[in-house]
């Protein structure tokens, strides 16, 4: 099956510079990409996904690329602020038909810290 | 806007008793799944129900069993805690499927078995 692998674990930045968390996949036919973000005391929320057939992708100050030949993805946060300090999580999914959750793996998490 | 409600929010039981985590989304949505994380496990998938009337195991089922109650329930039932299970429970939702779509999570449960 799918295996993903998360780097770093922990990732301390100042306040205003970028983060960058780093993701591989194992199954070349994965082909769906989403990034989660989880608040303390919360639940996960999707940030922002990306497809198979885009390279990049970008929503104000976050953006995804994707290089399917090395099965890796990253996420970038540019600027960052106090409230980006999260755990964030990737995952990849193959997207077989008939829906279910079977084809989507998660990465272990990366703890965010935003220093002042 | 309720979203995806789990209760309760925390819970210590002795090892052997058994409880159930209720879940419930009012987003109409076809797809529920109940994942646990540990520290620095991630999020792994128990069970899930792709659409109303059918379940089936996801990464960690063993000790655990679900019901789809209707579109709008799923409920995970531990029948005989062990500390094993020690975990923060999430439930949550999809249109049609997680690995097509985004998924809509609960704010957890948090399960303590001694």
């Known amino acids: 099956g799918e295996n993903v692998e998360q780097h770093p674990s922990t990732l301390s930045v100042q306040e205003g510079d970028s983060a960058v968390i780093k993701c591989t996949y194992s199954?070349?036919?994965?082909?769906?990409f989403p990034w989660y973000k989880q608040e303390l005391g919360k639940g996960p929320q999707l940030i922002i996904d990306?497809?198979?057939?885009?390279g990049e992708k970008k929503d104000q100050r976050i953006a995804v690329t994707l290089n399917k030949t090395a099965k890796h993805f990253s996420l970038h946060i540019t600027e960052t602020q106090p409230e980006d300090s999260a755990v964030y999580f990737c995952a990849a999914s193959t997207g077989e038909s008939g829906g279910g959750a079977d084809g989507l793996t998660f990465g272990k998490g990366t703890h965010l810290i935003i220093q002042p | 806007n309720a979203g995806v409600t789990q209760t309760p929010k925390f819970q210590v039981l002795k090892t052997g008793q058994s409880m159930t985590l209720q879940c419930a989304q009012d987003?109409?949505?076809?797809?529920m799944y109940w994942y646990r994380q540990d520290p620095g496990m991630g999020l792994r998938l128990i069970y899930y129900?792709?659409?109303?009337?059918?379940?089936d195991k996801g990464e960690v089922p063993n000790g655990y069993n679900v019901s789809r109650l209707n579109k709008r329930e799923f409920s995970l039932r531990l029948e005989s805690a062990a500390p094993s299970q020690t975990s923060v429970y999430f439930c949550?939702?999809?249109?049609?499927?997680?690995?097509?779509?985004?998924?809509?999570f609960g704010e957890g449960s948090r399960l303590t078995v001694l």
């Open positions: 949550a939702s999809s249109v049609s499927g997680a690995n097509t779509g985004e998924l809509f």
């Open positions: 990306i497809r198979s057939n885009v």
């Open positions: 199954d070349s036919a994965s082909n769906y």
């Open positions: 129900s792709a659409s109303e009337g059918t379940t």
């Open positions: 987003m109409n949505h076809n797809s």
